[in-house]
């Protein structure tokens, strides 16, 4: 842990896990919003919230589980050590909750393509709201870099205040600009900037495929890896097989 | 076509998010304060185990509850509303082991199943 300043401190307050709650609360408020550009009965778009909920958990729960086998340290601990202290990982969270998600939008009858598209800011609002989260916890803090900057004394990379901004720009971004394919557009955007943001990081990243690159870049590679693949497939698709 | 009663408030969802991330630190706390209640009362080592998983157990559920039952405060304001007073029991029995956190998120899954079963309904044509 790292925290934000010495003054500030929350005690046994789980102030991470109060952030993440009040970000789903505002995600769902923009999800709601954004609904009004769905042609939609007002009883599906009102029960979205328990898929959005229960994919919700299963993230979470995926995201805890594999964070088990990423950090050796805890293998061979009782059940309720390791999800108390395996913490989350992003990533999981987010695969988990996208293929959650999906299915349970097949299952009941929404039109995937249109709802999923509506969904992404508010994923990346709850993203950025979960990482003033982190902020305030003191986890995911960056690299020591003693930087002066204006009179002031930077000690540690603001990995998580670069995210908070990024997370909100993309928000704003996809809220007035950009209306179409924002699930393709965040899965090119956020890894990359993951990937960068990662070298900066100061926190025990673990380890998954190899030692070079942390299991956050590794996952970023394989996401912009399956992306781009499935845009040059498509792209052949309708040029040549249409 | 049928008609059905749905709610219209968000307080339920609101109240059952906020109360069950409040209750995962209080399933903790109650499981180490049973531990440190058995230990104090000179019970054995396994008992003291076996009573910290019991308590924490059932405030884990108590969260899971307070959630997905607040979810469905809109879809089915009954079920959501008994769901959560099923939460707030869960919650009471940790508060035997006087933590906060289990006492704030009992008030909140209580205002939760309360709004559950008062709020403004209105009926749709399924």
Sequence with gaps: MHELHPLIDFGIFPIFNFITGVGFIFSYFLLNHNFKNIIDSKVKKDDIIIYLGLSFLIGIGISNIINWFIFPELSGKPYLFRILYAGYTFYFGLIGFLLSISIFLKLFNYDIAVYMNEIVPSI??????GRIGCLLGG?????????NLFLMEIERFPTREFSIIFLFTLTIIFQKYIKERRLIIYLILYPLFRFLIEFKRGDDRGHLFTDIFSPSQEISLLILFIVIMFMVLYHIKRKYLI | MATKKRGTS?????????????QLPGAICAGACAAGIGGAAGASQSSVNETASTYMILGIIAALLGFIFGLMGKKSPVVAGVGLL??????GITLITFNFFSLIAVILFLIGAIFSFVQKKEEVTV
């Design chain 1, 124 to 129: 990346t609002l709850f993203h950025g709201i």
């Design chain 1, 139 to 147: 986890c995911c803090y960056g690299d020591i870099c003693n930087v």
């Design chain 2, 10 to 22: 968000n307080v339920p969802m609101i109240m059952g998010i906020i109360g069950s991330i409040l």
């Design chain 2, 86 to 91: 099923i939460a707030t029991v869960l919650s």
